[in-house]
Structure formats: structure tokens, C-alpha cells
């Protein structure tokens, strides 16, 4: 059973998350008051998961983000995010958090996200040991327009830049996370032409939105296509949908603080945060994203 650990100094928010997460009878639930707290309880329940506000008194979320990166690398940390708490939250997902979900939207997005990390987490471990002569890896998918279709190419995917030598352990969850947000924005908004609005209303509602357009000739017989071109000093990603795309110049820049609490920029913070270059074609249904090796000397001994 996967293990959460939840960090907040609120004992109110400690409830509301453990009621959130309660829901999802799968996860097994811990709790920490604060960042100096957190440390001593991950060393006595080493969870799989750890889910941190950014305002603690004393080790703060960005100071629990830095140092778990440091010592405990393998971890991935969501961040729960407040109003005021913008920048420091960017400075967390650029110094190694997986993710983030802000207060105000928690009911609808808490668990998704936790569950969406934790699955990154499980295909990657299952699959690390595998390929481990990869040099080069050249593909191209035309998917169905199925959302259940998405797990199994980020499952391959973690495989392929694990075995590559282009990220390191942290890195590969966080490459994974972005190419997830742009296949998700590519299927619901891009050939499933669904607005940020609607998700952001009534679950039941949208959802039931989802079926119908996937249940349409028009609508659910498109496919994403996808380019993988992976080797130990460059991944390539190019995701293309077959809606009717958008202007990217109308495109609000996520990496402003203000824009943090708006759920539709989420994913494009994502991706261009864990991403080295995040690109869009004049069409508006075709992102390239790319991600460098950081680290030369290992990217030159794993080259062939």
C-alpha cells in the first residue's frame, strides 16, 4: 500500500487533506507538523510520497523540498500552494518538487494528483532494471484518443530516459509529469476541445462531458501523435493533437507567480519548468519540449 506523508503545521488542514486522501482507500496516510518534523518521520516510514505546504514556521515547504531532494532523491514532493505563496512555490518545482496542487482547488484535484505521481513512481521502479544496453531511441505513436492509454506510454517512456542515462532518478519523474500534462491538454483540450472552465466546474458534469465527446465520431475519433527521440545527452518530445489548436501568443505566462492559483496554466508551469524548451507550432496542436542532460561527465561515459 502506497505511503503519503502529509506536512502542515495547520492541524485543520492536516484533517481536511487526511479526510481528501481518505477517500482514496489505496494510500496509507501519515502526518508531520512541520519540515524538521517530516525529516525524522520519513526515516520512520519512508514513504513513498510526500505532500508539503509551503508556509511552516521554523524548516519551511521550499527548505523541506531542497533538502529531501538532497538525501532522499527518490521521494517526490507535492506542494500544496496558498494564495502568497506563488513564488516560493515556483522556486520549489524549479528546485525539485514533482508537482503541485493549490489549497483552493484541492477537493477536485488532490487525489488525481497524488495518484497521477505515485503511478510515475511504481512504473518507473518496475522498469529501471530493464534496457540497459539503450543508446538510442527513436518512436512514433498514433494513439487513440483514450485516456487509459496515457499510463502505459508514460510507463515507457520512464524506461527508455532511466535506461538512457539523461536524467537522474528525480529528473526522471519530473520529465514524465511534464510530457503526462502535455498528452492530457493534448486529448481533453485539443481533440476533445474542452475548456479549462468546464474542468474546473462540476466534476460530474464534466466528466459525463468527457464520455459524450469520446462516444463522438467527430470528436473521438482523433489520435495524438507522438515523437520520442531519447539519447544520453538530448530527450525530444513532440506531442500533436488533431483539434483546431490555438494562438500561443495568447498563451499567459505560467511562471508568473500570479498566474500559480489558476488551475488552467498548471500544466504548461509543468512543462516548462521540468523541461529545458517548451515549444508550440503556429497552429497551436503541436508542443516540442526538450530535455538536456545536466550532468556532462555521466552523459559522456553513457554515450556509446
Given at each position: 500500500?502506497?505511503?503519503?506523508?502529509v506536512?502542515?503545521?495547520?492541524?485543520?488542514?492536516?484533517?481536511?487533506?487526511?479526510?481528501?486522501?481518505?477517500?482514496?482507500?489505496?494510500?496509507?496516510?501519515?502526518?508531520?507538523?512541520?519540515?524538521?518534523?517530516?525529516?525524522?518521520?520519513?526515516?520512520?516510514?519512508?514513504?513513498?510520497?510526500?505532500?508539503?505546504?509551503?508556509?511552516?514556521?521554523?524548516?519551511?515547504?521550499?527548505?523541506?523540498?531542497?533538502?529531501?531532494?538532497?538525501?532522499?532523491?527518490?521521494?517526490?514532493?507535492?506542494?500544496?500552494?496558498?494564495?502568497?505563496?506563488?513564488?516560493?512555490?515556483?522556486?520549489?518545482?524549479?528546485?525539485?518538487?514533482?508537482?503541485?496542487?493549490?489549497?483552493s482547488?484541492?477537493?477536485?484535484?488532490?487525489v488525481?494528483?497524488?495518484?497521477?505521481?505515485?503511478?510515475?513512481?511504481?512504473?518507473?521502479?518496475?522498469h529501471?532494471?530493464?534496457?540497459?544496453?539503450?543508446?538510442?531511441?527513436?518512436?512514433?505513436?498514433?494513439?487513440?484518443?483514450?485516456?487509459?492509454?496515457?499510463?502505459?506510454?508514460?510507463?515507457?517512456?520512464?524506461?527508455?530516459?532511466?535506461?538512457?542515462?539523461?536524467?537522474?532518478?528525480?529528473?526522471?519523474?519530473?520529465?514524465?509529469?511534464?510530457l503526462?500534462?502535455?498528452?492530457?491538454?493534448?486529448?481533453?483540450?485539443?481533440?476533445?476541445?474542452?475548456?479549462?472552465?468546464?474542468?474546473?466546474?462540476?466534476?460530474?458534469?464534466?466528466?459525463?462531458?468527457?464520455?459524450?465527446?469520446?462516444?463522438?465520431?467527430?470528436?473521438?475519433?482523433?489520435?495524438?501523435?507522438?515523437?520520442?527521440?531519447?539519447?544520453?545527452?538530448?530527450?525530444?518530445?513532440?506531442?500533436?493533437?488533431?483539434?483546431?489548436?490555438?494562438?500561443?501568443?495568447?498563451?499567459?505566462?505560467?511562471?508568473?507567480?500570479?498566474?500559480?492559483?489558476?488551475?488552467?496554466?498548471?500544466?504548461?508551469?509543468?512543462?516548462?519548468?521540468?523541461?529545458?524548451?517548451?515549444?508550440?507550432?503556429?497552429?497551436?496542436?503541436?508542443?516540442?519540449?526538450v530535455?538536456?542532460?545536466?550532468?556532462?561527465?555521466?552523459?559522456?561515459?553513457?554515450?556509446?
Amino acid at each position: 500500500m502506497p505511503t503519503v506523508l502529509v506536512v502542515d503545521d495547520a492541524a485543520v488542514d492536516r484533517k481536511l487533506i487526511g479526510g481528501l486522501l481518505g477517500k482514496a482507500t489505496e494510500l496509507q496516510v501519515h502526518f508531520a507538523t512541520d519540515g524538521t518534523d517530516a525529516l525524522a518521520r520519513i526515516e520512520e516510514v519512508w514513504p513513498d510520497l510526500i505532500l508539503t505546504d509551503l508556509v511552516m514556521p521554523g524548516k519551511s515547504g521550499l527548505e523541506l523540498v531542497r533538502e529531501v531532494v538532497d538525501r532522499f532523491p527518490r521521494i517526490p514532493i507535492i506542494l500544496m500552494t496558498g494564495k502568497g505563496t506563488e513564488e516560493t512555490a515556483v522556486q520549489a518545482l524549479k528546485a525539485g518538487a514533482a508537482n503541485y496542487v493549490p489549497k483552493s482547488a484541492m477537493h477536485n484535484y488532490l487525489v488525481e494528483t497524488v495518484r497521477d505521481v505515485l503511478d510515475v513512481v511504481r512504473s518507473k521502479h518496475s522498469h529501471q532494471r530493464l534496457m540497459t544496453a539503450l543508446r538510442k531511441s527513436e518512436f512514433q505513436f498514433a494513439l487513440e484518443n483514450d485516456p487509459e492509454l496515457i499510463p502505459s506510454l508514460i510507463s515507457y517512456v520512464q524506461s527508455l530516459v532511466t535506461t538512457s542515462g539523461l536524467c537522474d532518478d528525480s529528473s526522471v519523474i519530473r520529465v514524465c509529469i511534464a510530457l503526462e500534462e502535455s498528452l492530457r491538454n493534448a486529448m481533453f483540450h485539443g481533440n476533445l476541445e474542452l475548456t479549462s472552465e468546464q474542468r474546473e466546474g462540476d466534476c460530474d458534469i464534466y466528466q459525463r462531458l468527457v464520455s459524450e465527446r469520446m462516444r463522438s465520431p467527430h470528436f473521438g475519433s482523433r489520435k495524438l501523435h507522438v515523437t520520442l527521440s531519447i539519447t544520453p545527452h538530448e530527450g525530444r518530445f513532440i506531442v500533436r493533437d488533431e483539434g483546431p489548436g490555438f494562438d500561443p501568443s495568447e498563451l499567459p505566462d505560467p511562471t508568473d507567480p500570479e498566474n500559480l492559483e489558476k488551475v488552467s496554466g498548471r500544466g504548461l508551469l509543468l512543462m516548462r519548468t521540468f523541461m529545458d524548451d517548451v515549444s508550440f507550432n503556429a497552429t497551436g496542436n503541436q508542443v516540442t519540449m526538450v530535455k538536456r542532460c545536466s550532468a556532462e561527465p555521466a552523459c559522456a561515459e553513457a554515450a556509446p
